[in-house]
């Protein structure tokens, strides 16, 4: 009221400085923007610096750490992005047998489905377990979460969004110890925890592949060494692969894997949070909500094949190409990181020419458009990419897949062609 | 920033001279300011439709489940409202499901329409004046004004769980409730984290009440203010449902508000939870001070 006042009676003078006064009120909305916008800016930077001091470790002391490691009790909050930077956003989902719409299969909440899923995009997972016998693992949706749930002897699946339930037995005799066993287990190269991946990428090493420890890092709130192990012939799409390991229980906390041209880390899976006291009983415990919808596993499996084609799935012409090479033969160019599989198909065609009749137009386009025309001494052909495998299909028929590069493959198709 | 840092200073002085009052008198403005909230037909055609949300929900579930054929009703359920597949099973859900469709749109508009009237209401039917007559100050009449429309938020919210509540217990079965975890807890301590969530979802609203308040200080007319909190809550949603802006995303106001669905994760997730908080807080500072800025420097005409 006062300055209101004031304002009209008194002169000129004192109403410019009322108005000063009354703009400078407005600084208040506009510092607490500022300083929340800097809060935002800074926050990250400074949580980020503080990398732990650790005494020294040699590559072979922290894989050794990483084998001893018996931790067998946690429970924590897992993020997993993946850019496999596939030519259609979305693709990985869509080339599973009854991807994401899988409710008309009548196995809503089948776990493979969903874990496929985990190939794209980011993901918010919890995991907890309790030994060899208990298990959890949910990833989190929007107002929703799915949940695989291993607990002696009975593997549980319980999808909230759409209140059905998945239920089998736990095969038996399967010693456990990982946590993929929870569940029949999951199709092969699906993400599933560190110390997976870790295993994986241990196992390609050897004279190709430099091991080395980069230095430490807070993963989770917890001191970690990372251990980076580099391709070292050249050719590899594949730039570094970095795992966070815990310095006390040697746990992989994080995983990273980068494409060799930089950009955004191919698969960046680690924990945000993560506790290695004993979860509570309850997490594991399960009963499916009254009236809720459960398949049970045998109802799903028409036949032990089908399954086990169901598995070998993951990126869909995968498994055509296994169909292939048992008929027309493939074989490994190349060893390590740049070994490169050739294919060749039986009927010795490619890809349909355009005109030939065998597609329609719209989707040779498409196949085009996909991919890039390449020339060489083996011929011509289609060099499909994904930020880590790419594939030639050469224009007589043959497949070279690999995670090189496309020059790569290239060379190696020239090399066969001699 | 030093002048900033004068601004508070300015602000105790800014009363008057009646400088020191006892806190019951605020006590007694807002007792007043809620009670001529509730006792407005408007407020009660606002709740009456919250209300009836729910009550519309589960005689929709209802009908389409009791038509036969259960399974197909929770196959189809996956891609409507959250929550809604779980509520023929278990009537509880019916709070969540109802505070799901109710919090993009329904909620927030009343909000926006009690937010913005708040100031502007009064200004157009020219009782604003008459308001800061009586000794109460700008800042003290803006802050009871906002702890009423927030006493709103929560009424508001109340009123959808309540009558959600009682539609489910009514139509459908209740009992123990699956967490979305899977887990299995009590009724009662659904309950309570039926409570829990309907006062989450009452703080996502500060923020926006906050803009509200900001809006109905800028303009003399009432139903202007409405309009434009609203049609900003609409806007704000459409640009949080493209993905190409999804830089910005975490910071408008409605983007972490679904996150009261966390509360029934086990253990409860707070991660999105106290983003939304936080985000709230954020909102409430910068727009009610703003409205501070604005309505305490303010020409009042009417």
């Not at chain 1, 949706?141 to 002897?153: F, K, R, T, V, W």
């Not at chain 1, 993929?180 to 997976?196: I, L, N, Q, S």
Request: glycine share 12%.
């Amino acid at each position: 009221m006062a300055p209101n006042d004031s304002a009209e009676t008194t002169g000129e003078a004192t109403s410019t400085v009322v108005g000063r006064r009354k703009a400078a009120r407005y600084i208040v909305p506009v510092a607490v923007a500022g300083v929340a916008a800097a809060t935002i800016g800074l926050v990250p930077a400074l949580a980020d610096s503080g990398d732990p001091d650790l005494p020294k470790i040699s590559a072979q002391e922290l894989i050794e750490k990483i084998a001893a490691s018996d931790e067998e009790q946690l429970s924590g909050t897992f993020k997993i992005s993946t850019d496999l930077g596939l030519p259609l956003d979305g693709l990985a989902g869509s080339l599973v047998p009854g991807g994401r719409g899988g409710d008309k299969d009548g196995g809503a909440a089948a776990p493979q489905d969903k874990l496929m899923e985990l190939t794209s995009g980011t993901h918010t997972l919890r995991v907890a377990a309790d030994g060899p016998e208990r298990q959890k693992l949910s990833i989190l949706g929007d107002a929703s979460e799915y949940s695989l749930i291993h607990n002696q002897g009975e593997v549980w699946a319980y999808d909230s969004k759409s209140d059905e339930v998945y239920h089998a037995e736990a095969p038996e005799g399967r010693d456990g110890g990982g946590r993929a066993e929870k569940a029949p287990k999951a199709p092969e190269g699906a993400p599933a925890t560190p110390k997976d991946f870790a295993e994986q990428a241990l196992a390609a090493a050897g004279d190709t592949t430099s091991v080395t420890v980069d230095g430490t890092a807070q993963v989770a709130g917890r001191d970690a060494y990372q251990l980076l192990i580099k391709p070292k012939q050249s050719g590899s799409t594949i730039g570094s692969v970095r795992i966070a390991v815990d310095a006390e229980n040697g746990v992989p906390l994080k995983f990273t894997l980068s494409a060799a041209n930089g950009g955004k880390a191919v698969v960046d899976a680690g924990f945000t949070k993560v506790d290695f006291a004993q979860p509570a009983a309850s997490t594991f415990a399960f009963t499916p909500p009254k009236g809720a919808k459960v398949t049970e596993a045998d109802e799903l499996e028409t036949g032990k094949d089908e399954r086990g084609a169901m598995q070998k799935a993951l990126p869909g012409q995968l498994a055509e190409l296994d169909g292939l090479a048992g008929e027309g033969g493939f074989n490994v160019i190349g060893e390590g990181w740049t070994s490169i599989a050739e294919f060749r198909s039986p009927g010795g065609k490619g890809l349909p020419e355009a005109g030939s009749g065998d597609m329609p137009a719209e989707a040779q386009g498409f196949l085009d458009a996909l991919g890039d025309k390449v020339t060489g001494k083996f011929g011509s052909g289609t060099v499909f990419k994904t930020r880590l495998v790419n594939a030639l299909l050469t224009d007589d028929g043959s497949v070279y897949v690999g995670a090189v590069t496309k020059d790569a493959l290239v060379r190696a198709a020239d090399a066969a062609a001699k | 920033m030093s002048q900033a840092e004068k601004s508070p200073a300015e602000r105790a002085i800014d009363p008057g001279p009646q400088g020191s009052r006892s806190p019951l008198w605020t006590l007694g403005l807002l007792r007043s300011e809620i009670s001529t909230l509730l006792r407005r037909h408007r407020t009660y055609a606002l709740l009456a439709v919250l209300a009836a949300v729910p009550v519309l929900i589960g005689i929709a579930v209802r009908i389409e489940t009791g038509g036969g054929g259960g399974g197909e009703g929770g196959a189809e359920g996956g891609a409507g409202p959250a929550f809604l597949a779980q509520v023929t099973n278990n009537g509880f859900f019916l709070v969540f499901a109802a505070l799901a469709a109710t919090l993009p749109v329904f909620l927030p508009m009343a909000v926006g329409v009690v937010a913005g009237d708040a100031i502007a209401g009064e200004a157009s039917s020219g009782t604003l004046r008459y308001l800061l007559v009586a000794p109460a100050g700008r800042t003290r009449l803006l802050l009871v004004k906002y702890a009423s429309v927030l006493a709103f938020c929560l009424i508001a919210t109340l009123v959808v769980a309540v009558s959600a509540l009682a539609v489910g217990a009514l139509l459908f079965p209740v009992g123990d409730v699956t967490t979305i975890s899977g887990t299995r807890i009590g009724f009662g301590e659904g309950l309570v984290r039926a409570g829990l969530t309907a006062l989450v979802v009452a703080v996502s609203l500060a923020g926006f009440a906050a803009i509200g308040l900001f809006v109905s200080t800028l303009t003399g007319s009432g139903i202007g203010a409405m309009a434009a909190t609203v049609g900003l809550l609409i806007t704000v949603q459409i640009l949080d449902s493209i993905p190409q802006l999804s830089g910005v995303h975490p910071y408008l106001f409605a983007h972490y508000w679904m996150s009261f669905a966390d509360v029934l994760r086990e253990p409860v997730y707070w991660d999105d939870l106290s983003k939304n908080f936080q985000l709230q807080g954020l909102y409430v500072a910068v727009f009610g001070s703003a409205a501070w800025a604005r309505f305490t420097a303010k020409d009042i005409t009417a």
